[in-house]
């Protein structure tokens, strides 16, 4: 809600990249695959055995911790309202316009019509995004430019653009002078990619997440066993799976660590096995039942 008013503000796809983060992660977490199940809070690990212990220990003792399944009903459910407004107005989050200038903010199936000074532009755009990296803009009516947004986690894009004028970027937009009938065709290259936090974020300090386009994933414990033991490669090998999720899975390489069975011991005395570790779309995790979970996870 407030990176809507804030691009509609200043022209700055940092917004429309930090709503589309949101989106597709942290609201998608937040309900069951079924849409009847929330969740207040998204934690980026989960250990059920944690819970296990902390539910043991006695009242004023007990330490906050995120539940692990979903629910139908909180004691105040004032966020499932919120989310069903969000939903019901997701057509305003895809484009914008100020004077002459349409702007493409995140990439969805729709059709708007839009009246500026200059007539009724008709905006269309083909794409099954974020599963794949194509988008196809559609433009007819009256001329227009129309401002793309290039995502900031895309690192190679194409771009194929019929009867619209390439005018270059600004602000994190491609712009195009189109007439009537334009069509843009853009491709982001959604490989797979391992992303490092900020060494200030003290808590992913020395850890990576995978990110696949605008989605982020995780390791959970029905797919992989114990999840603590597992260490990311440098180079992830990915696969990806079809889960049902609508996003794809991905089987990635790894290692899995055995200990000596010594609480503390060497480091050498380590023992490193390679394995193939699945990550699911974190919006997908804790739909299969209670399981440990984790977003950021070390690399060999």
Known sequence: LFCRRLWLIEADGRYADTAERALYNTVLSGISLSGDSFFYENPLAVDPRRNAFNDS??????????ILERVKVFGCSCCPPNVARFVESIGKYIYSYDGDT???HQFMQSDTDIDMNG???????ITDYPSDGGVTVC???????LAVRIPSWCRDFSVEAKLAENLGTSGG??????????KIELYFDMSPVIV????????????????????VYCAEGVDNGDIFSLSLSSELNAEPVDLGFGI????????????SGALYAPADEM?????????????????RGESDMQVWMSIR
């Open 102 to 104: 349409v702007y493409v």
């Open 139 to 145: 433009i007819g009516g009256a001329p227009v430019k």
């Open 57 to 66: 220990r006695p009242e004023g003792l007990k330490e906050h911790l995120p």
């Open 271 to 287: 023992k490193h096995e390679p394995t193939r570790i699945r990550l699911i779309p974190y919006f997908a995790f804790a739909n």
């Open 248 to 259: 794809p899975a991905l089987d990635v390489d790894g290692t899995r660590i055995s200990g």
């Open 173 to 182: 937009y491609m712009l195009f002078d189109c007439r009537d009938g334009a």
């Open 196 to 215: 490092s936090a900020d060494p200030s974020v003290h808590e992913d300090s020395g850890k990576v997440a995978v990110m696949r386009g605008p989605v």
């Open 119 to 125: 007539g009724t532009v008709h905006i269309s755009q």
